[in-house]
């Protein structure tokens, strides 16, 4: 009687190995997909920041065009024909573009005091492979004449 318990049992160990190697398995599909998810996130963030540094660019380039240093003369001047700057020199700006836009409007407040109240606005747009990203960026300015 006690050679046939042991026959009965003899397929049990087979049965929860095979329990553990699936169990293993998908535990492991699930952390290749959790690692994937992850590094395509981190691609998405760096080329975010790209298109972010890319439209700061921008505004500054702006700025620094439409009120030039030691001039009283401010005015809106859009750096390159059709409004679009080429980066693609720049390190760190490689496959990027930067389209910027600029618009005055005089008010008179009072009655008395005329200001002349500027928008800047840029958008940087990244590209890798397929992928595009792109950030817009916006400036206020105000000169009292």
Same mark, same amino acid.
């Not at 691609?43 to 009283?72: K, W």
């Not at 407040?109 to 890798?128: H, K, M, P, R, W």
């Given at each position: 009687?006690?050679?046939?318990?042991?026959?009965?049992?003899?397929?049990?160990?087979?049965?929860?190995?095979?329990?553990?190697?699936?169990?293993?398995?998908?535990?492991? *599909?699930?952390?290749?997909?959790?690692?994937?998810?992850?590094?395509?996130?981190?691609?998405?963030?760096?080329?975010?920041?790209?298109?972010?540094?890319?439209?700061?660019?921008?505004?500054?380039?702006?700025?620094?065009?439409?009120?030039?240093?030691?001039?009283?003369?401010?005015?809106?001047?859009?750096?390159?024909?059709?409004?679009?700057?080429? *980066?693609?020199?720049?390190?760190?700006?490689?496959?990027?573009?930067?389209?910027?836009?600029?618009?005055?409007?005089?008010?008179?407040?009072?009655? *008395?005091?005329?200001?002349?109240?500027?928008?800047?606005?840029?958008?940087? *747009?990244?590209?890798?492979?397929?992928?595009?990203?792109?950030?817009?960026?916006?400036?206020?300015?105000?000169?009292?004449?």
């Amino acid at each position: 009687m006690r050679l046939n318990k042991i026959n009965h049992q003899k397929g049990s160990l087979t049965v929860m190995a095979l329990f553990v190697i699936i169990i293993l398995s998908f535990l492991g *599909v699930a952390l290749s997909n959790q690692l994937t998810t992850s590094s395509q996130s981190l691609v998405y963030e760096v080329h975010g920041t790209r298109a972010y540094l890319a439209a700061q660019t921008g505004l500054e380039i702006l700025a620094a065009t439409s009120f030039p240093l030691n001039s009283v003369n401010a005015q809106c001047n859009i750096p390159s024909p059709g409004n679009t700057l080429n *980066v693609s020199g720049v390190n760190g700006l490689q496959n990027c573009a930067i389209t910027t836009m600029c618009s005055s409007q005089i008010v008179t407040e009072n009655g *008395v005091d005329t200001l002349i109240y500027y928008q800047f606005e840029s958008t940087g *747009v990244c590209q890798a492979g397929t992928e595009w990203t792109s950030r817009t960026l916006a400036r206020d300015g105000v000169v009292r004449l």
